[in-house]
């Protein structure tokens, strides 16, 4: 009997074993990734409420994973940020972007997400800026999306590094807005340019006077701040409904489509074949 405390611990070590064994294998992997173009990028549209019209896309990494299939970007992306490759994917994943969405006739604007982590890169401005001169992306049609936890950290020298930037002519969207610790106090440190109004709140907003009174109120906020509102993860026409009545900007999610991979939202003629 007295042995069996020690053999518990044995086995729940050897559980933790396993986990760091399989997250070492799979950054492992990672490393290689670029290198074996296993990486893409899929695009989810972005639409206005009021028309319909598509008024963007955000790009998605994906990861095709030779043994493991599609590696979901939760399994990888936190790992990336961990050992730091999340440098070499995001630089990876903006320069995939521009060079698809460089050419796009007539063009339309493509989001990138910027992990907090990049700003920790010696130089971001310059290698966006390097990034659109190479592809020839025209700045204003490129976003970057970044979460409030960006800004938190090192808040004068990241505000000073999206100055840079927006200097170019990109454009900031705050993403999952409503989620953080101070997501107000970040709007009023940066002006963004599009406030990304987090899917929890939309998958309450049907049943929830309570998340419906958050939505409106963001919704103002961003009126009075002449801030446009995009809320996320819409997947039902009574979500669309609501969106309408409460006069939000523009919406993403199932509902609109899926992300999918560039050949597939692409109006380019030469891509019907792949549809
Ligand atoms: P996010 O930036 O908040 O992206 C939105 C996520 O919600 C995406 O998941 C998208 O596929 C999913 N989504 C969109 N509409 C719906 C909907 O109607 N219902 C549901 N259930 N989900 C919806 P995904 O692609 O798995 O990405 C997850 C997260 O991984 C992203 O959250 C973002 O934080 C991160 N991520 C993805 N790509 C990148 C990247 O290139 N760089 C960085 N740093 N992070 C990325
Ligand atoms: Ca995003
Ligand atoms: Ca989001
Ligand atoms: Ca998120």
């Not at 559980?15 to 399989?22: L, Q, S």
């Not at 995009?230 to 309408?244: F, S």
């Amino acid at each position: 009997a007295k042995a069996e405390p020690t053999e518990k611990i044995c086995f729940f070590d050897q559980e933790m074993d396993e986990a760091v064994r399989k997250r070492r294998a799979l950054a492992n992997d990672l490393r290689q990734a670029i290198a074996n173009d296993e990486l893409e990028l899929h695009y989810q549209v972005q639409s206005s409420v009021l028309t319909g019209e598509i008024t963007g896309y955000e790009a998605l990494l994906r990861w095709r994973h030779p043994q493991r299939g599609l590696v979901p970007p939760m399994e990888f992306i936190p790992l990336a940020e961990e050992n730091g490759l999340i440098l070499k994917l995001g630089e990876w994943a903006l320069r995939e972007a521009c060079q698809q969405f460089a050419r796009r006739d007539p063009p339309v604007k493509v989001a990138v997400n910027l992990s907090p982590i990049q700003f920790l890169h010696p130089n971001l401005a310059k290698l966006v800026s390097d990034i659109l001169d190479e592809t020839g992306m025209p700045p204003h049609y490129l976003e970057l999306e970044l979460t409030e936890s960006a800004i938190i950290a090192d808040k004068a020298r990241t505000l000073a590094i999206l100055e840079q930037i927006r200097k170019l002519g990109v454009t900031f969207a705050l993403d999952d807005f409503g989620t953080g610790y101070s997501s107000l106090e970040t709007l009023r440190a940066f002006p963004f340019d599009k406030i990304k109004l987090d899917k929890s709140f939309m998958d309450e907003a049907a049943e929830s006077l309570q998340a419906r009174s958050i939505i409106r109120a963001v919704l103002a906020l961003g009126k009075s701040l002449g801030i446009p509102v995009l809320a996320e993860g819409i997947e039902t026409y009574d979500q669309m409904n609501i969106l309408r009545e409460e006069g939000c900007d523009n919406a993403q999610g199932y509902l609109l489509g899926k992300p999918a991979p560039y050949s597939v939202i692409s109006d380019d003629p030469a891509n019907y074949a792949t549809r």
